[in-house]
Every structure is written in C-alpha cells, then in structure tokens.
C-alpha cells in the first residue's frame, strides 16, 4: 500500500481532496516506478480539480503532472540500471488518473527523466510545465541570438524560466511585463533588462521606450486576447507570438490581414502535447543548464503532503512568486 492525495468529484480543495491508503502501483511494459519526493502544483492542477475541465474521467484522480523522487523499480523492457536513479517527471496526470501526488507513481520511462547530481530535488520538482512551456516559446521558432524577445507575465513560473532561456539563448534584450514591483524585482532576478509594469500607464509605449523605440522580434505571452493591442504596436514585421494562455480572453477576434501584412506568426503552445523533437530538445537543453547550475528555480512554498489543499489554494493565489511543492517524502 501507499498513501496518496485523490479526489472523486470536482470541488474546492478542501472539501475534495483527502488523504488516503491505496494499492501501490507495479511498472509495466516499459515503465518505471518513482518514490516521489516533492510533487509539483501547477495552476492547471488546480484548475482540474475544481472542475473547469468537467468531470473527472476517472472514478478516482491522484492530481499533479511534475514532480521528482527516485526510481525503486523497473518493468520489462527497461534497463536494470535505472533503479536508484534521481529524476524528475513530466505529464504524469495528463491522461491519466494517477499523477505525483502520491508516494509512489508508474510512468513511461521516458516520462522520468535523470536529474543531474548539481540539481535538486526541489528543482526538479519545478520544471515539468513551466521549464518546459517556456522552452518552446522561447525556442519553437528558431534561436533567439541577437533577437529583442518580450515576455509578458514575466515573474510568473514560466515567465521566470522564458526569460532565463531568452538570456542564455542569447538575446540581444529581453523585457517582462509584470503587474507590481515585487514581481519586477524577480522579473530583473532573473535576467530582464527592462521591466513594465503594465497597471502604470501606456504598456506599449513603456516597452517601445525600454527598447529604444525597436519593435520586439519575438513574444511569449501569457495572455494572448486580453494582450492583443499591445502585441500589435510593439511587434516587429515576421515577428512571432507564442502563446500559451488567452484567459481574459479565450476567444479574441485576431486582425487577421494586419498581422498578414507585417508577416507575423502565432505559435500556440500546449505543453502536454510537444512534438517529440520539441520535447528532446527541451530536455537536452534542461539538463545541460541543471549541470551547469544555469538556471534559478523559486519556490514559493513546500506544504506538507496532508496539507496539498492548501497549496491548491496557493498556487491560485494573487501575487505568487515561485513554485507551489508537496513534500511527499524526506529526501533519502
């Protein structure tokens, strides 16, 4: 047996998710089992739970896609020599009842990735959707060398990691939009140039004034619709928008022959389903960085696992810094 955080039914977090005993799970067919240490808590994770998503597809759900633990057994197909190695985990709930929230989970094994001996747990924990969003924003369109790249939300989780990448990818400047100064003070802590501020007066002339007047060549955007007037006065000609959220406005009217005209892109990135090659070159890239100690990875809270509803809540909760985790297990 194992205890595991689950839920049956959507609702607040509180009221649906409890602490129980269930079967501990066995790898098959080229799978792996990880003993979980730190479980991640995204804001789609909590999102799911409440039911935005509809009802649950399974009669019983054990939340959260990242985390990180160390594998303690194999299934057929799968090399021996991965048992007791340290890794970290991604899409462990996508399509699937049974994610990280738990003291053991089984997963592809290619889903376990090895964590370099220079990172931690804890910065594996945090990597699955923002590290992994942020890279495809940032790199889904070719390098970024000697480009102007604009990330807006830019102290949020994949905010922090997009504007990073864009430093170490070689950017020629990188702006971040942010909504109040402790989240400018991270943005720059994590390598911004220039920081808006986009409550303080005209967003778009800020950004064109902290660039010198030069239009930028590339934005990740956390808020495509609600963003739109902005993007289109201070994106340069074949300029791309890689968007990975439209919240405030899910179905924005797009100007069309506008952005025709100055040949701009829109990519739109859904972490769950990368292409392959996106994927590997997410993690070749991420673990190269984690071997060099490249990347800085906040983290807001570690709640303890009988208490995840309350990292439900947080990671809901205005004006997050960092990373919302469950410690599930000591680190041994």
Known sequence: MMRAIAYERPGPAAEVLTLRDLPRPDPGLGEVRVRVVLSGVN??????????????????????????????????????????????????????????????????????????????FADGACLGIPAQTAHRCVFGDGPVTGQRVLVTGGAGAVGAYAVQMARLGGAAQVVATVSGPDKAAHARAMGADAVVNYRDGDTAAAILQATGGARVDRIVEVEFGGNLQVTRAVLAENGVIAAYGSMAAPEPVLPFYPMMFDAQSLHMVLVYKLPQAARQAAIADLTRWLEAGALQHPV????????????HDAVLAPGRIGAMLVRVAEDG
């Open 300 to 311: 807001a809270a570690v709640h303890p696992f009988d208490a995840t509803a309350q990292a």
């Open 43 to 120: 804001p789609s994770d909590a999102k799911t739970r409440a039911g935005a998503r509809g009802a649950p597809a399974w009669p019983l759900v054990v939340p959260h896609s990242d985390g990180a633990g160390v594998i303690d057994a194999v299934g057929a197909g799968v090399d021996p020599a991965r048992v007791g190695q340290r890794v970290w985990l991604w899409n462990a709930a996508w399509g699937r009842a049974m994610g990280s929230c738990a003291e053991y989970v089984t997963l592809p094994a290619a889903q376990a990735v090895a964590l370099p001996d220079a990172a931690r």
